[in-house]
């Protein structure tokens, strides 16, 4: 008589299953979802807080939830696991809610990589070592709702996560001002429409004047065009 030695496979032995829309199963991810799910760490340069002068709005206005945490300060770098750390203080509010969800505006996409100290130069860029996400000033990092949300239990619970993260956060809902800089907010109006290059004209940069200068015709005549 046959008998199956291996009731299981033994990539699912002891891992918790989930059923997908298809009725397969498959294993639930330990890690949590500030991590991508891609598994190759393309390593990056440091670069720079992206610093918003044009005016834009995106994603500096609540687009799923009652109530919001905004960053008021200069831009930061936030990594996963200070994210991590304010969603749980979050969730202890988020729990008791009736119909109470949060949602997570930010996903960490940068590889971080270091190497030891006294480490001799050369020799690579380091090992990966945690994700981090580049924040602008006045975007939403976490929205929250539910049902019998009291706006006092909402700055309560923001209050908490903000400690846990680097950077000066804020309190918003719908009818907040939308932040577009540190000390400034949209109105919703359009200014008068101005001339770029006029404006820039009256005060030149050096590259500006360089090209101002090379217009004129004994410049172009020796360039011959």
């Not at 393309?42 to 002068?53: A, E, I, L």
């Not at 907040?176 to 101005?194: I, N």
Request: charged fraction near 25%; glycine fraction near 10%; proline fraction near 4%.
């Amino acid at each position: 008589m046959l008998v199956n030695i291996f009731p299981k496979r033994l990539g699912t032995l002891g891992l918790p299953q989930a059923s997908s829309l298809f009725g397969l199963r498959t294993s639930i991810r330990f890690k949590h979802e500030y991590a991508p799910r891609f598994k190759v760490q393309q390593k990056k340069q440091k670069g720079r807080v992206p610093v918003r002068t044009g005016g834009s709005i995106k994603g500096s206005t609540l687009q799923f939830g009652t109530y919001g945490l905004r960053l008021k300060s200069e831009g930061v770098r936030l990594t996963a696991q200070q994210l991590k750390e304010a969603d749980n203080a979050l969730m202890r509010y988020v729990r008791p809610l009736l119909q109470g969800a949060l949602y997570r505006r930010l996903c960490t996409n940068i590889a971080v990589c270091i190497k030891g100290n006294e480490t001799r130069m050369g020799k690579g860029k380091g090992a990966f070592d945690h994700w981090m996400v580049r924040v602008p000033t006045g975007k939403i990092i976490f929205e929250m709702k539910g049902e019998n949300l009291h706006e006092r239990v909402a700055r309560e619970a923001f209050r908490k996560a903000g400690s846990k993260l680097p950077g000066i956060y804020e309190f918003v809902a719908h009818q907040s001002p939308v932040r577009v800089g540190l000390h400034r907010f949209a109105t919703g109006e359009t200014g008068e429409s101005f001339d770029f290059w006029q404006e820039l004209s009256k005060k030149p940069t050096k590259r500006h004047l360089t090209v101002i200068k090379s217009k004129e015709p004994q410049y172009r005549l020796f360039r011959g065009r």
